[in-house]
């Protein structure tokens, strides 16, 4: 272990091969197609999960770990010479992890596990969980790395779009009637990820508008070049997200940039395609 605190977080994070490279332990939700389950990212790739969803019969459905995932997780890590544990989750507006997370600390050893509820999604979670391993490598202690982990959470802002609403209103993430009615008049959201929970941000009418919209908004609200820490996420559209990412490295020279492969949790009701930024101004 590169560390005496070890960081835990859940799939929904996006993270890949990110994890490995920032020794960051994930606990896998599970995807279900029909009665094939397979934990997210352990048994099913991302590419995997697309090609699935494109010829499956059924739509997939989403589910949390047990608590009994991250009790092993923590037992593991602290077993193994972790003095702390810092675990970093989707939003609790968004999914039950955070509290499975939660009754799992509570049943291995409260005092030396730290759960947050990062109020984000994907990139959002993936961003914070890097962070807290840089300030852990550059010899931070973890209640200093905890509180700035948390003043971080209030101004990460995540915006998104998506080619069209099938996935979403499939996913019981808007009422099915208004998917139908945005399919046929191809209106395209811009998503926000506020207070923890999914908004519409805007409506426009292509979803080359959309992407273009979403930039510029990401662009106009990092105020200060030089400063921003920035995550560009998609679903099997790594040349979008390419192009983004090069405006946004131009317009704003961010301090920290990442690109996440938006994974098959995030990514059933996302459906491929979708594109989004993240941002910690």
């Known amino acids: 272990m590169s560390s005496r605190f070890a960081i835990v977080t859940d799939s929904t994070a996006d993270l890949g091969p990110l994890a490995q490279s920032n020794d960051i332990h994930v606990v896998p939700l599970t995807i279900r197609f029909g009665n094939q389950e397979y934990r997210d990212g352990v048994d099913l790739s991302s590419a995997e999960f697309y090609d699935k969803l494109k010829t499956s019969q059924q739509p997939p459905i989403t589910a949390q770990p047990a608590p009994a995932a991250f009790v092993d997780t923590y037992r593991a890590l602290l077993d193994g010479g972790a003095e702390r544990v810092l675990s970093l989750h989707i939003s609790s507006a968004l999914s039950g992890t955070y509290n499975a997370a939660s009754i799992a ?136 997200a390419a192009s983004i990412s090069e405006r946004l490295r131009t317009e704003t020279e961010p301090v920290f940039e990442i690109t996440c492969d938006i994974g098959p949790t995030v990514g059933t009701h996302a459906g491929p395609g979708a594109v989004g930024v993240c941002f910690i101004p």
């Open 105 to 240: 600390a509570a049943m291995v050893d409260a005092r030396r596990i730290s759960v947050v509820d990062t109020r984000s999604v994907s990139a959002g979670i993936a961003m914070l969980a890097i962070d807290a391993r840089r300030r852990f490598n550059a010899g931070a202690e973890f209640e200093a790395v905890e509180s700035a982990i948390r003043a971080d959470i209030p101004h990460i802002e995540l915006f998104a779009t998506i080619p069209n609403l099938t996935y979403l209103a499939r996913g019981g993430r808007i009422g099915g009637l208004r998917g139908m009615v945005g399919n046929v008049l191809k209106i395209v959201p811009i998503l926000v990820v506020k207070d923890g929970e999914v908004t519409e941000h805007a409506k426009v009418r292509t979803f080359v508008r959309a992407v273009e919209l979403l930039t510029q908004t990401a662009i106009d609200r990092i105020p200060v070049k030089g400063r921003a820490r920035v995550a560009i996420l998609h679903s099997v559209a790594p040349d979008l």
